[in-house]
């Protein structure tokens, strides 16, 4: 009997651990992708239905990038070659611009 009992405890540990790993997965992947490097410009500006991101690459190459909204949906990854911009447009009454990262 004792056995059956160290069985359930190990069956139990490992789905409370395996639950963890599958819960902080998304979250691993997310960090993944670092903040943007300073040379993708920012510019946010508040509209009465939310607010624009005007993102410009200076950095010399190609660079991939989206923008992260806090309680909103994000952009999707924009491929922007050196010297180009892109307009990303907000609208909702909950989100805000959280920030812009890497993709």
């Known amino acids: 009997m004792p056995s059956h009992g160290k069985?359930?405890?190990?069956?139990?540990t490992a789905a409370a651990i395996g639950g963890s790993l599958a819960v902080s997965a998304p979250a691993a992947h997310a960090a993944a992708a670092g903040t943007a490097?300073?040379?993708?410009?920012?510019?946010v500006t508040g509209t009465p239905e939310g607010f624009d991101v005007h993102l410009t690459n200076d950095c010399g190459r190609t660079m991939r990038v989206k923008v992260i909204v806090n309680n909103g949906g994000d952009s999707p990854c924009y491929t922007m070659a050196h010297g180009t911009s892109k307009l990303f447009i907000y609208e909702g009454v909950f989100g805000s611009y959280d920030r812009t990262v890497t993709c």
Not at 7 to 12: G, K, N, P, Q, T
Not at 37 to 43: A, D, K, N, T
């Open 7 to 12: 069985l359930a405890m190990a069956a139990v």
């Open 37 to 43: 490097p300073s040379c993708i410009g920012r510019y």
